[in-house]
């Protein structure tokens, strides 16, 4: 079906076509590209900008011994495509299937696995210290978004790098995008660059001719230098990264494959860090991408020709829940603010952000920042709730301790995608928050059973003058019932179901509903009786409520979506160890190790979370139990 692509197995297939060929293989990836994300879904805007980037990084590079590293590593697609990975495209994302992001396990191509950003400067630079230790000679580089390029990391990376003078190409795909439009002052100041590139070729060409102007032409231009600060920083651009110990490139075209190859040569010629500026249409090639990039960054299953998403249609989301609630409570109370680190929609803060646009904050990806600008806004009187991915939220760990619970100060986390999040695996799954809040004084952390729930909580973190952590789950919320009334004011826990005393079960968050159904199988199917605790608190945890319900059981069970080292279960142990109760507690949690991608359903089953997988081991062990008796 394709005549360049076809033939591509290996960067060498590439580098055996001419520039004109080139061209027809960046149509054929672009089509290949819609075809197989319209059905796995994926990154597809993102890939689509970076077509001819890659095509001609790998036409220049070769990456069996120069090393690529790409930030987020979300636009990788192109470059798996490119080094043998075409045939098995069709398993992206799925359970089995080559990952979303870049992975050493997957290719000797991937020099570095991503999926956070503003990672790969670092990276890249750790590398090229590495290369010359070891006295080899080969290009290192980091390609980076201008979204990824707010990430605190990045600037970090950028201080080392500048003054290292090492060999190494920082390559920023500019498209002025970062999943929404991309904010901050850099961002401001990459667009002025972009704007004045006509100037700039002008000022190149006045440059030559005065530098042409025998006798007198070269003492004119030194004069000029001289006097330094302003006109330089009108006559230069990307000032900024020259300050900074980098040879500043462009900004050049990124659709222009032959002006990519030309300058890349160059670069990879010239020694000291270069930071190479090339500008990128996001969703390039792919009319609903180009229109609603946004839209486009990540999607589900599409139709081509419509764009329109073609999963079926799903009920209001845990993060529609919490972004509608959040506008519901700021109505009231004015010193309600939200803050969010780059993801608005993500999080379900857009419509806050309509309605309360001087009370909205997008800090671009930078997670710590957000946590301590949060901090700051908290010791003012204000209540900011930073709505964040639980993933994400491991970049401000040290945040959380130091400025916000060490001084008590009410900022409430709204953790997002809290447990399995499906398809992009590893770097994104919110498995860890549990272990890793548990730990810090002064901060309560709850998880609502349903979605209901949920507004309940997010109103009692709007009066508590403490810092407040809510963990909820990823897609469509469960109401488990619209008529329940919370008493959660209590700082209690709770039984939902009841008939009687043969198992225990103690479910956090969003485990409920699978855990009623469970319990109701018991019953129907088993005749084996139970009682259901929503724990609502994780910390400070419900004691009484446990350890009432603990002395009346036998086989008692856990059940949370957080690895097992460090969650729920484990502190529960530990609350009966102190109070002495020597009874076996079996936790259904995750494994202690970084879970692989995969639908979600699938890893719930594999990791013995689902409705049914936790049936068949409490019917299996509770018939043990009985035959054991
Ligand atoms: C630490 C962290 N926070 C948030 C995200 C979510 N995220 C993924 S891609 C992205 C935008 C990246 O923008 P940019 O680097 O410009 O790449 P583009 O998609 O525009 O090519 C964001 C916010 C992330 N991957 N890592």
């Not at 390609?143 to 390029?149: E, P, R, T, Y």
Request: proline share 3%; aromatic share 8%.
């Amino acid at each position: 079906m394709y005549k360049f692509l076809n033939e591509i197995n290996s960067p060498d297939d590439l580098k055996k076509l001419n520039p004109k060929e080139v061209n027809i293989l960046a149509k054929e990836i672009r089509h290949f590209l819609i075809n197989s994300i319209s059905k796995t879904g994926g990154h597809i805007a993102s890939n689509l900008g970076v077509v001819e980037l890659t095509l001609a990084l790998h036409t220049i590079f070769d990456t069996t011994k120069d090393k690529i590293i790409w930030d987020v590593g979300h636009q990788s697609y192109v470059h798996k495509i490119l080094t043998g990975r075409k045939n098995v495209f069709n398993t992206l994302r799925q359970y089995g299937g080559i990952s979303g992001f870049p992975k050493r396990s997957e290719s000797i191509h991937d020099h570095f696995d991503t999926g956070h950003s503003s990672t790969s400067i670092s990276a890249a630079l750790g590398m090229a210290y590495g290369r010359d230790l070891n006295k080899e000679n080969n290009s290192i580089l980091a390609v980076i978004g201008d979204g990824a390029l707010t990430g605190g990391m990045a600037f970090e990376a950028l201080n080392h790098a500048g003054q290292s003078k090492k060999n190494l190409i920082v390559v920023l795909n500019d498209n002025e995008m970062s999943i929404s439009k991309n904010v901050g002052s850099i961002s401001t100041y990459l667009n002025n660059i972009r704007t004045n590139a006509i100037y700039y070729k002008v000022r190149d060409d006045v440059e030559n001719l005065i530098n042409n102007i025998p006798a007198i032409g070269k003492t004119v231009m030194k004069t000029a230098e001289k006097a330094k600060d302003s006109i330089k920083y009108f006559f230069v651009p990307g000032i900024l990264f020259e300050e900074m110990g980098f040879k500043y490139i462009g900004p050049i075209d990124g659709h222009n494959y032959s002006e990519l190859c030309r300058v890349l040569e160059r670069c990879k010629k010239m020694s000291g860090p270069i930071l190479l500026h090339v500008i990128t249409k996001k969703g390039k090639g792919y009319a609903p991408a180009e229109n609603f990039p946004s839209q486009f960054h990540g999607v589900g299953s599409f139709d081509i020709d419509t764009g329109k998403n073609i999963s079926t249609k799903k009920s209001i989301s845990y993060s529609e829940i919490a972004g509608r609630s959040l506008v519901k409570q700021a109505e009231k109370n004015e010193r309600i603010l939200a803050i969010t680190a780059a993801m608005p929609e993500g999080t379900g803060l857009s419509e806050f952000a309509k309605n309360f646009p001087e009370r909205f904050f997008d800090v671009g990806i930078a997670e710590q920042h957000a946590v301590t600008f949060s901090a700051g806004l908290a010791a003012m009187g204000y209540k900011p709730f930073f709505a964040v991915y639980s993933t994400f939220l491991q970049r401000g760990y040290d945040q959380i301790i130091h400025d916000v619970c060490l001084q008590n100060l009410p900022v409430t986390f709204l953790i997002d995608r809290a447990g399995l999040v499906g398809n992009d695996g590893e770097t994104h799954h919110g498995s860890l928050d549990i272990s890793y809040l548990s730990t810090i004084p002064n901060l309560i952390i709850m998880s609502p059973k349903d979605g209901l729930e949920l507004e309940y909580m997010i109103e009692y973190a709007v009066n508590q003058e403490k810092p407040v952590a809510i963990r909820y789950p990823r897609g469509s919320a469960i109401i488990i019932d619209r008529n329940m009334k919370s008493d959660i004011y209590t700082g209690k826990g709770e039984v939902i179901y009841n008939d009687g005393n043969d198992v225990l079960i103690i479910a956090v968050g969003h485990m409920n509903p699978s855990a009623l159904k469970v319990c109701e199988k018991l019953s129907i199917e088993k005749n084996i009786k139970s009682t259901l605790i929503n724990p609502r608190f994780i910390k400070p945890m419900d004691e009484e409520l446990i350890l009432d319900n603990v002395k009346k059981h036998k086989n008692i069970y856990i059940i949370e979506d957080n690895t097992k080292i460090g969650g729920f279960g484990s502190q529960v142990k530990m609350l009966l160890n102190e109070n002495k109760i020597l009874k076996e507690i079996k936790i259904i949690a995750l494994p202690d190790k970084f879970i692989e991608h995969g639908d979600t359903n699938t890893l719930y089953d594999i990791y013995g979370l689902s409705v049914d997988s936790i049936y068949k081991r409490i019917v299996k062990e509770y018939e043990e139990d009985i035959r054991n008796v």
